[in-house]
């Protein structure tokens, strides 16, 4: 098994590339069963996930062909063509692995009237039921049922009905599977308290790009006019906000400065506006961030809150970075119950984290000491990486595989801005 192996202390400077994003993708993938023509996806990050969900795709009756790229590029071109589903279910053994699958429920269901999907996995950062998913399509028109760990849902006469549902808290998998599931219904949909994620836009706009009827895109209400049928596409997955916001952690812990190449300052707004309050310069250009810190950090007050609010998928960078910050931060979780499991190995480094709760009180310390350390999930694994960037002596992170999910070839990023760091392999 590969682990990545960090000799801190290294300023980070330069530019570095943002890839497609790893949400936005996942979500834009099964846009390509809701029609036979086929989809494009420009900028699709090199990711397992990216693999993963194209080995399920496969398994529904799509095809999938890589196009127009070397092996060293950053990014892929993908088309996947759908002429007609050979299977409407996805099994235990690919939806286990990635979360993300139950994104292939609402798109079956539309384009096969019918759909069976294994309940998800995905990484361990607490209870994600998919009951509000199963809550909004049954909303839509669609019959449910579940046994044996599957859930079964039918569009009776084969085709969903529409409807309206208001979300009572707000959820982005359930908003993209119900409005992929809305576009093909015969009626009108109503969403209520839709997420308003940056992912969720670039989904309605990958969809009205195929034929889609979608009011209201970037609001909390979606209106959805269903249509008989879609057509095909090419479309440019968006830059990894979640990505960029790593990396300017990066920066920031680092004392460095970063050129953030096709981050969008819009999509990463509540980031941004954290690091300067953290003390960081932020200088935003069209096509790009750029990210310096020249002083000492300051702490910070912060809870995490869906979008337009501060990112759950930040917390575990921020906390990083605020080791280094002279003062107390306090960083309150609100959408997942059980996402501090990196603080004990940022602990084994030196960190001083005190959690009560959804609490975390993050003193900063003088320094951190490299030390074998173990990913949990995916941006845990990025807090220890930017850990290890300042820490002393040599840092070991092991269960990389976190990793290689949600970051495009981490370690060659970061070594191209100066940071001394490699993958290595235990065997």
């Known amino acids: 098994m590969d682990h990545i192996l960090i000799r801190g202390g290294r300023r980070l400077a330069g530019r570095l590339p943002i890839s497609g994003a790893k949400n936005a993708a996942l979500t834009l993938m099964p846009c390509a069963l809701l029609?036979?023509?086929?989809?494009?996806?420009?900028?699709?990050?090199?990711?397992a996930d990216v693999d993963g969900f194209g080995h399920l795709l496969n398994q529904l009756g799509a095809s999938t062909a890589i196009e127009g790229t070397r092996p060293e590029d950053f990014g892929r071109v993908m088309t996947i063509r759908t002429g007609r589903l050979t299977s409407t279910e996805a099994p235990y053994d690919i939806v286990r692995k990635m979360r993300a699958s139950i994104l292939v429920l609402g798109p079956v269901l539309a384009r096969a009237g019918e759909a069976t999907v294994s309940l998800p996995g995905g990484c361990a950062i607490g209870n994600r039921p998919i009951d509000l998913h199963l809550r909004a399509l049954e909303a839509?028109?669609?019959?449910?049922?579940?046994?044996?760990?599957?859930?079964?849902?039918?569009?009776?006469?084969?085709?969903l009905a529409g409807g309206r549902y208001r979300f009572p808290i707000v959820s982005v998998g359930a908003t993209e599977n119900v409005v992929m599931a809305a576009v093909l219904a015969k009626g009108t949909s109503i969403i209520e308290n839709a997420a308003r994620e940056p992912e969720i836009v670039d989904l309605c706009r990958c969809l009205v790009a195929m034929g889609a009827s979608i009011d209201g895109i970037g609001t909390e209400t979606l209106t959805i006019e269903g249509r008989d049928r879609l057509h095909g596409a090419t479309y440019?997955?968006?830059p990894d906000r979640i990505e960029a916001g790593s990396y300017a952690c990066a920066a920031a812990i680092t004392?460095?400065?970063?050129?953030?190449?096709?981050?969008?300052?819009?999509?990463m707004r509540a980031t941004l506006d954290a690091l300067v309050d953290a003390g960081v310069t932020v200088e935003e250009?069209?096509?790009?961030?750029?990210?310096?810190?020249?002083?000492?950090?300051?702490?910070?007050t912060l809870s995490t809150a869906p979008f337009p609010g501060f990112a759950t998928d930040m917390?575990?960078?921020?906390?990083?970075?605020l080791c280094?910050?002279?003062g107390a931060s306090v960083l309150t979780e609100t959408i997942f119950e059980n996402r501090y499991m990196h603080v004990p190995e940022l602990a084994r480094m030196g960190a001083d984290i005190?959690?009560?709760?959804?609490?975390?009180?993050?003193?900063?310390?003088?320094?951190?000491i490299g030390a074998p350390v173990m990913a949990t999930d995916l941006r845990a694994s990025m807090s220890l990486i930017l850990a290890g960037l300042i820490a002393e002596g040599e840092t070991k992170v092991a269960r990389v595989y976190h990793l290689d999910r949600g970051y495009e070839r981490l370690e060659e990023k970061l070594q191209a801005v100066g940071a001394d760091i490699e993958r290595a392999s235990d065997g």
Do not use: C, H, W
Not at 35 to 47: I, V, Y
Not at 315 to 321: E, G, I, K, L, N
């Open 35 to 47: 029609t036979d023509e086929p989809l494009t996806l420009r900028n699709l990050p090199r990711l």
């Open 354 to 368: 005190q959690v009560s709760g959804r609490t975390a009180i993050v003193k900063g310390v003088d320094r951190l």
């Open 324 to 326: 280094k910050a002279d």
């Open 255 to 267: 004392g460095g400065s970063l050129d953030l190449m096709g981050a969008d300052a819009a999509d």
């Open 315 to 321: 917390q575990a960078q921020f906390m990083a970075m």
């Open 236 to 238: 440019a997955v968006m």
């Open 285 to 300: 250009y069209k096509g790009g961030v750029k990210v310096t810190a020249d002083a000492p950090l300051k702490p910070l």
């Open 140 to 159: 839509i028109g669609a019959e449910l049922e579940m046994a044996a760990g599957y859930v079964k849902a039918i569009a009776p006469g084969g085709r």
